[in-house]
């Protein structure tokens, strides 16, 4: 009995001497799948972090070559505006300097044609030819009466004139911008008696009637602005502007 009890310890013993290594085993295995299991896990997440920053990148890139194509065609649409402009900018240039030596060419063939002298010359007055004397043909304020000096400058006028019986002047008077005081006069009648005085002297002096017509603009095309006196005396003013009837050497740009 004694005998049988030790050979059952030593065969329970001996079981157990088995068994506790394959537990242990089992365990390690459990222990190290779980760690696989979870390299795996982070590898996996890492790769989708890899690619979503890959996409990133490429999208970029494509971004910032779609970018620099549209900053180079913006620049190529710059640089041809800028071309342009320059081309307008000379083309305009141009037209100025022709337009100035046109203008000049008229003037000398007036001049030349009309035999002005240095009392006499033509200019250009907002577009318009006008024949200006050494001394302009000024009034006082409210006044259509011809001074000592303006009566000198109508005699050379009037002496070109006969000179060139071909020449046909439109006499212009102007006014400032001061109201003709009383009623039933303004500055309409006051511009047209001023050239109406300068005409009717001219015809005194020999110039046929033929050569001359009257107008009168009243204040409506000042000289320089009405704002002070000095300036309010220039706009009274008689204006000589050569007729188209005069020739063909009024034709411009043609």
């Known amino acids: 009995m004694r ?10 013993l001996m079981v157990v001497a088995v ?4 537990c242990v085993s089992k365990k390690k295995f459990q222990q190290l799948q779980d760690e696989k299991t979870a390299i795996a896990n982070s590898l996996a997440e890492s790769q989708k972090q890899i690619n979503n920053l890959e996409g990133q990148v490429t999208t970029l890139q494509s971004d910032m070559a779609s970018q620099k194509s549209k900053f ?7 640089r041809k505006d800028v071309d342009s402009a320059k081309m ?6 141009k037209a100025a300097a022709d337009r100035d030596a046109e203008l000049a060419r008229i003037k000398k063939e007036i001049k030349d044609a009309f035999g002005l002298g240095s009392d006499v010359a033509v200019t250009n007055q907002n577009g318009e030819m006008v024949v200006t004397l050494a001394e302009p043909v000024s009034y006082a304020s409210g006044s259509a009466s011809l001074n000592r000096k303006s009566r000198k400058s109508v ?3 009037a002496k070109t004139m006969k000179n060139n019986p071909s020449m046909h002047l439109l006499i212009e008077g102007h006014a400032d911008s001061d109201k003709y005081p009383g009623s039933g006069y303004n500055n309409w009648d006051l511009s047209v008696d001023r050239s109406m005085n300068v005409v009717k002297r001219l015809i005194r002096l020999g110039v046929k009637p033929e050569q001359l017509t009257v107008a009168g603009r009243g204040d409506s095309t000042p000289a320089v602005p009405n ?3 000095t300036n309010k005396a220039k706009n009274r003013r008689i ?7 005069t020739g063909p050497i009024y034709q411009i740009g043609n």
């Open 72 to 78: 180079e065609s913006d620049i190529n649409g710059l």
């Open 88 to 93: 307008e900018a000379d083309k305009a240039r």
């Open 3 to 12: 005998m049988n009890l030790t050979l059952r310890l030593l065969t329970i």
């Open 239 to 245: 204006e000589a502007k050569p007729s188209p009837k």
């Open 227 to 229: 704002s002070n006196k």
């Open 19 to 22: 068994a506790l290594p394959s």
């Open 155 to 157: 005699e050379a006028l």
